[in-house]
């Protein structure tokens, strides 16, 4: 009876609720019937909270018994394990958190929870989430729905496999330098970031805190925009979120693109790119054209500095929050001796590969000395950036773009070399040092039928322009959505 459902979208099951054709809990039997097929190989779930789902859909039935139900009542949802969740562990991916269970529930957690959503489980990321792959997790690596040989991306991966198959309707990420949108793109679903201080960061573990954000993953626009609308707001736990009121971004869906201008950054085509990823971008501009919409020509020119600045920037705040981690206040805790050694033990022993380095390179660049010329030139560099897009955004009112340089690479090809792993973000990191709003968009397939994600950008708080350009695309059915064969 349930069979199927779990491929329903959020708009779609929402209207099926309401009606009480179908239940929140054949619902999530559905995704969790689904989640027991597929996960021995998907690996897109660190844990999976089969008796908690059930009860809360239980608990959204008779909610929705009762009538005027929230948007996101009885709808099952997955987790990026970055968020605290009350009584259920939350890792981050790391050997270090493997047995931490928070006495509360970040901010955006609680705002679901309010609305009667159904929390399947935590889903699979890099550790910290440090990484464009989803294999610097202690929990392995989470492979691309539509080929396993393939990454998934990251670090939000799991995420974005579980909402490709169908193991869930929506999930929840996070985005610090591409990590909601780089796996959106790689596993050919919706993933937005929000404008920096959009969404509230309270109880979401800290990597850099002046670029994290918080979005969602869907199955289609309408999905990302009944979910935003539902995490956005003030939060007074968190001190850089904005009191600005949050609009009904569903409302921007359907007016088209007639007469708006698309900025192309020509900085954002690069040699090397996938010649498949570039004529699919280009393909879609076309399509706008056709649309009424007028594309201008824009640029960004201190795109090339962008990884230089947010791997110091990023690096040096993340050493920063990760001090907290000393095996005495969470997590593991090494063996005992003195209180130098407890620490160097619980973070040898805790840490992983990648977090180390990030905590060393991040550490050196605050060090006395060389404060000025790294950390210091970088934030300089970072208002250039910023400027870049100020100047380009008084000529259009989104920019598209690639999202990455290719489709979704295979399982080792980048874990080796770090370097080439950080040039997967060149794209995409940009917009998070500026602050801005991006989204992603499924607009292709390359010849290995991996999905190519398109990617929209914004100025501060242009949501509701951006969800309108995304779902002219979408709506005009130019890009035919192929599921993954599992
Ligand atoms: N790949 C980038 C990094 O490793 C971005 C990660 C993220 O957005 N969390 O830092």
Redesign the pocket.
């Known amino acids: 009876m349930s069979e199927g459902l779990n491929r329903l979208t959020i708009a779609e099951a929402r209207r099926l609720l309401s009606a009480r054709e179908i239940s929140a809990h054949e619902l999530t039997r559905a995704c969790l019937d689904r989640i027991a097929a597929l996960e021995p190989s998907l690996n897109a779930f660190v844990t999976v909270c089969e008796r908690e789902a059930l009860e809360q859909a239980d608990a959204a039935d008779r909610r929705l018994a009762a009538g005027g139900a929230p948007a996101l009542c009885g709808i099952p949802l997955a987790i990026k394990d970055i968020f605290a969740t009350r009584g259920v562990r939350t890792t981050c991916a790391s050997r270090i958190l493997a047995d931490f269970v928070p006495a509360y529930d970040a901010t955006v957690i609680a705002r679901l929870r309010s609305e009667g959503a159904v929390f399947l489980g935590k889903t699979n990321m890099?550790e910290f989430?440090?990484?464009?792959s989803t294999e610097n997790s202690a929990f392995g690596p989470t492979p691309n729905p539509y080929n396993r040989e393939r990454v998934a991306g990251?670090?939000?991966g799991g995420s974005a496999a579980a909402v490709a198959a169908a193991e869930c309707l929506g999930a929840l990420g996070?985005?610090?330098?591409?990590?909601?949108r780089?796996p959106a793109a790689f596993c050919g679903v919706v993933g937005l970031k929000p404008t920096y201080s959009r969404v509230s960061r309270y109880g979401v573990i800290a990597?850099?805190s002046s670029?994290?954000q918080v979005g969602p993953f869907a199955k289609c626009v309408t999905d990302a925009a009944i979910m935003l609308r539902v995490l956005a707001g003030i939060d007074p736990r968190d001190a850089t979120c904005t009191a600005r009121p949050v609009p009904d971004y569903e409302q921007a869906l359907g007016a088209g693109v007639k007469g708006l201008r698309i900025g192309v950054p020509h900085e954002f085509f690069v040699e090397g790119m996938q010649p498949e990823v570039e004529a699919a971008v280009r393909g879609a501009l076309d399509h706008y054209r056709s649309l009424g919409a007028e594309t201008v020509a824009v640029s960004l020119p201190h795109t090339g500095y962008a990884i230089a600045c947010?791997?110091l920037i990023?690096t040096a705040e993340a050493s920063a929050n990760l001090a907290r981690y000393d095996g005495v206040r969470y997590g593991l805790r090494g063996a005992a001796g003195d209180l130098l050694a407890l620490y160097c033990r619980s973070r040898a022993a805790g840490f992983g590969a990648e977090v180390k380095r990030?905590i060393m390179l991040g550490t050196f660049a605050l060090s006395a000395g060389y404060y000025d010329a790294y950390y210091l030139k970088a934030q300089k560099v970072r208002t250039l950036i910023r400027a870049d897009f100020e100047r380009a955004f008084a000529q259009c009112d989104v920019i598209v773009a690639p999202t990455a340089p290719t489709t979704a690479f295979r399982i080792g090809e980048k874990i080796a070399d770090p370097l080439q792993?950080?040039l997967?973000?060149i794209f995409?990191?940009s917009v998070?040092l500026a602050g801005l709003p991006a989204m992603v968009l499924p607009c292709g397939y390359d010849g290995d039928g991996l999905p190519i994600g398109l990617q929209l950008i914004a100025p501060a708080f242009g949501e509701q322009r951006m969800l309108q350009v995304a779902d002219a695309l979408e709506r005009s059915g130019r890009v035919e959505r192929r599921e993954p064969a599992i």
Do not use: C, K, V
Request: zero cysteines; proline letters at 0%.
């Open positions: 890099d989430a440090m990484g464009s990251g670090s939000s996070t985005d610090t330098g591409g990590s909601i780089e990597y850099a670029l994290d947010y791997y990023a990030r792993m950080y997967s973000d995409t990191i998070n």
